[in-house]
């Protein structure tokens, strides 16, 4: 059974740094890309970032462009999301995904977590 584990949420100030790991477990995904999705308080859950199976690419909405960094170490089946400059907007609920696509962008999810919650407060 594929299970897509998430943490690191937790509360931050506005101007801080959160980072969010997912690891993987079930199957292995090293080659295929992952992704990172959010669904902030009655908002749909929106695109955030995603990466190539072998790291090399990587993609961003332009609301996180420059201060959100996705990672991977496929041999630990781990996706990362390191968030800096972290803003009362980032507040929302961060969901990993999976994919079986063969490419990054757009992202299809085929798998999902169960989510981390992320606050920023002021």
């Known amino acids: 059974q594929v299970q897509l584990v998430e943490s690191g949420g937790g509360l931050a100030q506005a101007g801080g740094s959160l980072r969010l790991s997912c690891v993987a477990s079930g199957r292995t995904f090293n080659d295929y890309p992952m992704g990172w999705f959010r669904q902030a308080p009655g908002k749909e859950r929106e695109f955030v970032a995603a990466i190539t199976w072998s790291g090399g690419m990587t993609y961003y909405s332009d609301s996180v462009k420059g201060r959100f960094t996705i990672s991977r170490d496929n041999a630990k089946n781990t996706v990362y999301l390191q968030m800096i400059s972290l803003k009362p907007e980032d507040t929302a609920v961060y969901y990993c995904?999976?994919?079986?696509?063969?490419?990054?962008?757009?992202?299809?999810?085929?798998?999902w977590g169960r989510g981390t919650l992320v606050t920023v407060a002021l």
């Open positions: 995904a999976a994919s079986l696509s063969s490419r990054a962008a757009p992202f299809i999810a085929n798998y």
